[in-house]
């Protein structure tokens, strides 16, 4: 580009800043897996809300969060860097309130009616919204101002992935193993049951857990990177536009809304299904062991990988295959809970790639989104990006709310037609969305390996 908004570009970052940027989404994911895990259950089950009326407090929260999120990455952008940079003192100050509206969610106030609990349910879950865009909004553009590199961004991408893993194996692997409780149902079976009051104990111990992470990651984090579009007022229109016009980013929002509609859609109904279909809770715990191994023995191997095929091409090709596996899944229509989780494992296999190297295709389509526009907005790019996996966290919540009507559940007397139901959709409808993003990744989005080189070299001749 004949300007470039980059004043300093910068290299070689150290291992401990990696394992810094990585604690940022481990802190994160402590208390957003719990949601994504336990929080609708908590809902129907601890609460006794109507599906029904979940449903409509998830889109509720996704409209405020269609305003609250561009204007807060818009805020971001117009704010100039201070001692501590840009976007890391969010990250120390945003934390606290992050986890006290973490904590609040999972309360039950004993005598409340429906409705009552429900308007609670608002306030605590739409204020947890707002203070998650609060930090994670400036965690995400802080990845474009540690490095231009686009290998230690891809390095780096992979670190927020395995830090965002470790995050969340509290709340989706031990959690499962303490929060439940037997009780006598209203046929007279003694079955296990969500625990409230286990569950507000988990809450509290990850959300003080995820404050003192963010400290860490503050700390052991640097911005090196100085863009000069401080130095002028963003125009949030004229970004929109630019943004409509980058298609790259335009299909990777997409992929990622269905990425984490995958993610949490699984997370959530999964919970249900081997409590009511197996009959098994204790093993829900294996589900997220199973669908996360596969990161752990491709980690030595994905750079490799990148660097001889590239990002948007083995994304791609792993979607595919775990679409698939999901597909396979739902023609079994198995009974046996140890088939079930092998093909969790292959379908989490596939989905390694992308969820590894999500993060750096952001950076990627960020600096596309210069290259259009001359100008270098994180705050607003990444705004937007996030609101579009918040819309993957509603329409994960819807899916799974209306799919509680749809095959008429009832918590106080489970049904197998019901529980059978619930097996076809909750395997079937992952399976489509990863075809869709094997198609958002492999067809549409033009950012291939050659492609990326031509930028990068025409740039680099360009200054």
Not at 31 to 55: H, R, W
Not at 126 to 139: E, F, H, K, R
Not at 148 to 174: H, N, V, Y
């Amino acid at each position: 580009m004949a300007e470039s908004a980059l004043q300093n570009k910068t290299y070689g970052i150290k291992m401990s800043e990696k394992i810094g940027y990585a604690l940022g989404d481990t802190a994160g994911l402590l208390i957003f897996a719990l949601v994504g895990s336990f929080l609708q259950m908590f809902y129907t089950n601890v609460l006794y809300i109507d599906p029904a009326k979940v449903t409509v407090l998830f889109l509720i929260a996704r409209i405020w969060d269609a305003v609250n999120d561009p204007i807060w990455g818009a805020i971001i952008d117009r704010r100039k860097p201070g001692k501590n940079g840009k976007f890391r003192p969010y990250l120390r100050w945003a934390s606290l309130p992050l986890a006290i509206f973490g904590v609040l969610m999972f309360v039950k106030i004993p005598g409340l009616t429906e409705n009552q609990y429900l308007i609670y349910a608002y306030i605590t879950y739409i204020g947890y919204g707002m203070m998650y865009t609060a930090v994670n909004i400036p965690y995400g553009s802080l990845a474009s101002v540690v490095t231009t590199d686009e290998g230690e961004r891809s390095t780096l991408s992979m670190f927020r992935s395995i830090g965002a893993g470790f995050g969340g194996l509290p709340g989706q692997i031990l959690l499962p193993l303490f929060v439940y409780s037997t009780v006598v149902d209203e046929l007279g079976n003694s079955v296990k049951n969500l625990d409230g009051g286990k569950m507000l104990i988990g809450a509290a111990i990850l959300a003080g857990l995820s404050v003192i992470v963010y400290q860490c990651s503050y700390k052991m984090t640097k911005e090196r990177v100085v863009s000069a579009s401080t130095e002028k007022q963003a125009n949030m229109g004229k970004t929109i536009k630019t943004l409509l016009r980058n298609r790259p980013f335009i299909m990777l929002c997409i992929a990622s809304m269905l990425l984490i509609a995958v993610q949490q859609f699984t997370q959530t109904m999964y919970n249900y299904l081997f409590t009511d279909y197996f009959e098994q809770p204790g093993l829900y715990a294996l589900f997220t062991v199973f669908t996360y191994l596969p990161m752990a023995m491709l980690l030595p191997f994905l750079q490799k990988l990148v660097r001889r095929f590239g990002k948007k091409e083995i994304c791609a090709a792993g979607m595919l295959f775990s679409g698939i596996a999901y597909l396979v899944l739902w023609l079994l229509h198995t009974a046996n809970v140890w088939v079930f989780l092998a093909f969790c494992f292959l379908s989490g296999l596939g989905m390694t790639f992308f969820v590894l190297e999500v993060w750096a295709l952001v950076t990627d389509v960020i600096d596309y989104q210069e290259h259009l526009s001359g100008q270098r907005e994180e705050g607003t790019s990444y705004a937007f990006f996030s609101f579009t996996r918040k819309l993957g966290q509603t329409l994960a919540g819807v899916l799974g709310t209306q799919m509680l009507v749809w095959i008429a559940y009832d918590a106080k007397a489970v049904t197998a037609q019901a529980v059978g139901k619930m097996y076809n959709l909750s395997t079937i409808l992952p399976g489509v969305m990863c075809l869709v993003m094997a198609a958002s990744l492999g067809i549409f989005y033009p950012l291939s390996k050659k492609k990326l080189q031509e930028l990068f070299h025409s740039e680099k001749n360009a200054e």
